[in-house]
């Protein structure tokens, strides 16, 4: 199956797609960043092997992408203490005193994370920072999916002990 087929699947699904990101993601913008990104794969896919099943294999790459975008969303949302309700939107410009409070909190954060030890660090970034899911954190350090949970839980627990400490944290 050649990348032809695989663009043509992705015209012939797109819409789908798009409704499947917006129910996602909830928010219109975000979809159409993943349509973009699904496209962009798919120009890159021209040099290697199409895959077999173009269809499934362009909603596998729609859900990774719109779980990614959500991680990266709570994520965001956990460092800058917005709502854990990703679907809210947030005000188009923070007010002067929100910004130094966030800045503050971040400064912070990054300082509290730093105070973790080496592994929980290595898998608390992994796994908040750079998006990663469970298993894919286990597997690119080989250790445990369990392992993997128990140590972000703890990471995550010292991380809004120390912010609640500081008066960081609600």
Known sequence: MSSASLAAAYLKQRELLARFLRRRTGCEQASQDLLNDIWLR??????????????????????????????????????????????????PAPRAEDRLHYREALEFLMKVVEELPPKRKEVFILYRGEGLSVKEVAQRLGIAEKTVEHQVAKALLHCRERLAKEGLWP
């Open 42 to 91: 798919i120009a890159r896919s021209s040099q290697t092997d199409a895959p077999e099943n173009p269809e499934a294999f362009l909603q596998r790459v729609a859900s990774n992408l719109a779980g990614d975008w959500l991680r990266r969303r709570r994520f965001r949302a956990t460092v800058v203490g917005e709502a854990s309700d990703v679907a809210e939107v947030p005000e």
